[in-house]
């Protein structure tokens, strides 16, 4: 059985610090700025061998109107009605606070099991705020310095129980723990997820695509630009296939993110970016391919992901016809690396098109993937060169194209060597590309190209 805890508390105690920690690494957002964490965020923990399922989640704000703090706190409900156990987290070095007090007395009434965490407790200043815990009257409180590591064995100790309760891989009794576990077969290993990163500009509809494609409110959602702050990932399946769909902050241009927070942010999303295996570029219908939708693009194709466009709000659009016409002449003229990228037109609101744009994410993963045979790439490079021969270099003899391999997949590579490949001229590798592309059956996929000088042998 799935054992869960929950990390809860006022803004700004250390919560994504703790997360981070029980993980094993860096993956929540990190800042002193109080509310960073809006979405809640799931993760594996390790505790000296105790496997469960952690969440991070926002700050437990007293607001029930329809704003952003409001949302915030809906997500966290929703963190703590799936959780099997809580870790109330407070600020030792703050003390006891009037808001402290009243989420304990929330949390009493939730008959959910709750671990009081007093965080900071590195050095004496946090020694009177852990006494003052004992004031809230949920338990012996844990005092723990998240930042620094202390503190974890007893917090291993305080789980250890409920962990045990549940049957968490870990937690056994010693002789228990003694017999081996049995190999699982080779057939059996669980299939890799795809990962599926949401990326685009500010407020263009990724959380809310995310949300239909689950299935349920998993994201803060709301007309305000720049809510998703974190790169949150989800493990999902599609038609059977496992999924790791990631969604990630907004991405604006360079001159444009000021704050350390928000580079913190962009440097999250980028790195889901390099982490992806199909990354999905959500557009506005209404400012379809604006230069930093060409910037995203062109950063994803250099990091060799593979990439479809997903044209969102399409419901809004009045001339289909004319909206696709410039669409297909911005991706033909700006993005020639990646030609015949899949372009699809979806609702998020509405969750129109959503199933044919992840049959096209599974399509565009398998042609990321494939490989293709060496004695077919020989036969085409044959043919390619008989139909457009080389030009002869500075010397005066035409330069030799002699074999031809594909070293790599995800994404496709391919090797050649030539006689004298420096005086090739781009423009024929540009042929030779766009006839892989076409021959092979590689749309809307990055290819990696290069050319080596081939082996004389008759050299000493």
Known sequence: MGFTVAIIGRPNVGKSTLFNRLVGRRVALVHDTPGVTRDRREGEAQLFGLQFRVVDTAGLEEAFDESVAARMRAQTEAALADSDLILMLIDARAGVTPLDRHFADHLRKSAKPVIVIANKCEGRAGQPGLIEAYELGLGEPVAVSAEH????????????PFAREHGVA???????AEEPAEEQDEGE????????????RPNVGKSTMVNRL????RMLTGPEAGLTRDAIAVEWQHRGRRVRLV??????????VTGELEKLSVANSLEAIRLAHVVVLVLDAGAILDKQDLTIARLVLDEGRALVVAVNKWDLVEDHREALRRLGD??????PQARGVPTLTVSALTGRGLDRLMDEVLRVYETWNRRIPTAQLNRWLIEAVERHPPPASQGGRRIKLRYMTQVKSRPPTFVAFASKPEDLPESYTRYLINGLRDTFDLPGVPIRFSLRKGKNPYAP
């Open 189 to 200: 290993r669980p299939e890799k997820p795809l990962q599926l990163a949401i990326v685009g």
């Open 214 to 217: 689950l299935g349920e409110e």
């Open 247 to 256: 969604d990630t902050a907004g991405l604006r241009r360079r001159a444009n």
């Open 330 to 335: 911005r991706l033909e003229a700006s993005l």
């Open 170 to 176: 870990g937690a056994e009794e010693p002789e228990e």
């Open 149 to 160: 590591g202390e503190g974890m064995a007893e917090l291993f100790d305080a789980i250890l």
